[in-house]
């Protein structure tokens, strides 16, 4: 039998180190590794002895497109050990913040890292020259939603006014009514988004997959709801481990996550789309539906116009939040220490991040638990993977090559902040 191998030395559009490996022996796949060799990074031992205050601050360093996801799914998780209730308009500040984050990072991943795979192209800088202004308003919605961050969360990368609580400090109300009306733009900007992420040719390729996702009562999830699923699943977020499990695997230093008794499933976009859509603002869902865009979805290259729906929500939401807004007295409830555990998730713009500590009666640390997006979406590409190859095993080398790559891209991975390296081996 012949063998033959593929190897792309950089991936410059997934965050962090890892690869994939192919093997295909007599026309079928045998074996397939989503291979993730950065080096782990300890976080969770980080935070043990350390105060419940220093949380937020220490696990938003874990990552520099979604801080505000780690700050909130630690804020939320010590509230819930404290019997906190956070309500009313500092509720609202924090819901302007994720639509921060969603905003520069969906901004992000639909023009810079995503759409040149739909191209063609091996970068933003050759989108550019082919679709300029495309570039040019991808630029200026990223921007937006960092001024977002800055403005209510105090930085633009790991921002610091975020607090056990509420903030530590407010917002003035001109800068946020000046942020509202450059908002206007945005919106408009992110409908046109969806309207042409609608037309990019998506590879044919679906498969059944178990969505899993925060759902609210009244809310397009961002930090509140329940955990619920495609499959019937309805949990709170206190019984996450009672039903999920991280388990090693030799080739990737990061956790794999199943659904206990039943494997793979699958967080992000076109999860929160395909069991939120009613949660949609009415903008939002018939920009959608005008592009025929509504669930059941299950082709994941469509991940990007999911993404481009949830980025005309999260600037139709910010522009609903400054415009209802009224200054609270105080920018923080009082916090009372009580031993004990607490749980949070939120949704991050890459998926359900779910967070768990125990707090001694001095309010230190002693256990912690994260579990990010990319851990639970891993077993969920490696099945992706698998049948995309075993479905166009006839396709040339070249082009599965790229078709991998886009596949994994699909998700967004975050495997880390550092450099984007991949290794691909194809064998066959």
Same mark, same amino acid.
């Given at each position: 039998?012949?063998?033959?191998?593929?190897?792309?030395?950089?991936?410059?559009?997934?965050?962090?180190?890892?690869?994939?490996?192919?093997?295909?022996?007599?026309?079928?796949?045998?074996?397939?590794?989503?291979?993730?060799?950065?080096?782990?990074?300890?976080?969770?031992?980080?935070?043990?002895?350390?105060?419940?205050?220093?949380?937020?601050?220490?696990?938003?360093?874990?990552?520099?497109?979604?801080? !505000?996801?780690?700050?909130?799914?630690?804020?939320?998780?010590?509230?819930?050990?404290?019997?906190?209730?956070?309500?009313?308009?500092?509720?609202?500040?924090?819901?302007?913040?994720?639509?921060?984050?969603?905003?520069?990072?969906?901004?992000?991943?639909?023009?810079?890292?995503?759409?040149?795979?739909?191209?063609? !192209?091996?970068?933003?800088?050759?989108?550019?020259?082919?679709?300029?202004?495309?570039?040019?308003?991808?630029?200026?919605?990223?921007?937006?939603?960092?001024?977002?961050?800055?403005?209510?969360?105090?930085?633009?990368?790991?921002?610091?006014?975020?607090?056990?609580?509420?903030?530590?400090?407010?917002?003035?109300?001109?800068?946020?009514?000046?942020?509202?009306?450059?908002?206007?733009?945005?919106?408009?900007?992110?409908?046109?988004?969806?309207?042409?992420?609608?037309?990019?040719?998506?590879?044919?390729?679906?498969?059944?997959?178990?969505?899993?996702?925060?759902?609210?009562?009244?809310?397009?999830?961002?930090?509140?709801?329940?955990?619920?699923?495609?499959?019937?699943?309805?949990?709170?977020?206190?019984?996450?481990?009672?039903?999920?499990?991280?388990?090693?695997?030799?080739?990737?230093?990061?956790?794999?996550?199943?659904?206990?008794?039943?494997?793979?499933?699958? !967080?992000?976009?076109?999860?929160?789309?395909?069991?939120?859509?009613?949660?949609?603002?009415?903008?939002?869902?018939?920009?959608?539906?005008?592009?025929?865009?509504?669930?059941?979805?299950?082709?994941?290259?469509?991940?990007?116009?999911?993404?481009?729906?949830?980025?005309?929500?999260?600037?139709?939401?910010?522009?609903?939040?400054?415009?209802?807004?009224?200054?609270?007295?105080?920018?923080?409830?009082?916090?009372?220490?009580?031993?004990?555990?607490?749980?949070?998730?939120?949704?991050?713009?890459?998926?359900?991040?779910?967070?768990?500590?125990?707090?001694?009666?001095?309010?230190?640390?002693?256990?912690?638990?994260?579990?990010?997006?990319?851990?639970?979406?891993?077993?969920?590409?490696?099945?992706?993977?698998?049948?995309?190859?075993?479905?166009?095993?006839?396709?040339?080398?070249?082009?599965?090559?790229?078709?991998?790559?886009?596949?994994?891209?699909?998700?967004?991975?975050?495997?880390?902040?550092?450099?984007?390296?991949?290794?691909?081996?194809?064998?066959?």
């Amino acid at each position: 039998m012949s063998s033959r191998t593929v190897s792309v030395d950089v991936l410059a559009r997934v965050e962090g180190e890892g690869g994939i490996s192919v093997k295909v022996k007599n026309g079928s796949v045998e074996d397939v590794k989503f291979r993730i060799y950065e080096p782990p990074r300890f976080f969770e031992a980080f935070l043990r002895g350390r105060q419940y205050t220093e949380a937020p601050d220490i696990t938003a360093r874990i990552c520099g497109i979604c801080p !505000v996801a780690y700050q909130m799914s630690s804020i939320h998780a010590m509230e819930n050990a404290f019997h906190i209730v956070v309500d009313g308009q500092l509720r609202e500040l924090r819901r302007l913040l994720y639509c921060g984050e969603w905003i520069e990072s969906h901004a992000l991943h639909i023009y810079m890292l995503h759409a040149p795979d739909f191209f063609k !192209v091996d970068d933003v800088f050759q989108l550019a020259k082919v679709a300029p202004e495309v570039v040019k308003n991808a630029l200026k919605l990223k921007k937006l939603g960092n001024e977002i961050v800055t403005l209510v969360g105090g930085r633009e990368i790991h921002p610091i006014n975020t607090r056990i609580g509420g903030f530590y400090s407010l917002p003035p109300l001109p800068a946020l009514k000046e942020l509202g009306e450059k908002l206007q733009w945005a919106r408009d900007a992110a409908l046109e988004t969806v309207k042409w992420t609608a037309t990019l040719p998506l590879p044919a390729f679906e498969r059944e997959y178990e969505y899993v996702a925060l759902r609210h009562p009244s809310e397009y999830p961002f930090n509140e709801g329940r955990l619920v699923s495609t499959r019937g699943l309805d949990i709170a977020v206190s019984e996450y481990e009672f039903h999920f499990q991280e388990e090693h695997v030799q080739h990737a230093n990061a956790l794999h996550s199943r659904m206990k008794g039943r494997g793979e499933y699958t !967080v992000g976009p076109l999860a929160r789309f395909n069991l939120n859509f009613d949660r949609l603002s009415p903008l939002a869902r018939k920009a959608a539906e005008d592009v025929h865009f509504v669930p059941p979805v299950n082709n994941p290259f469509a991940s990007i116009v999911a993404r481009a729906v949830e980025l005309l929500y999260a600037c139709d939401e910010a522009i609903r939040i400054i415009d209802n807004y009224t200054p609270p007295k105080r920018p923080s409830v009082d916090v009372k220490v009580v031993p004990g555990l607490g749980f949070g998730c939120t949704e991050a713009p890459r998926g359900i991040l779910y967070h768990r500590y125990r707090i001694a009666e001095d309010g230190s640390i002693t256990d912690a638990k994260l579990v990010p997006p990319t851990s639970q979406n891993q077993a969920s590409i490696e099945k992706d993977l698998r049948n995309f190859v075993t479905e166009n095993l006839a396709m040339g080398r070249e082009e599965l090559v790229l078709r991998c790559e886009h596949a994994v891209r699909n998700y967004d991975p975050c495997i880390s902040c550092a450099t984007h390296m991949v290794d691909l081996q194809f064998e066959e």
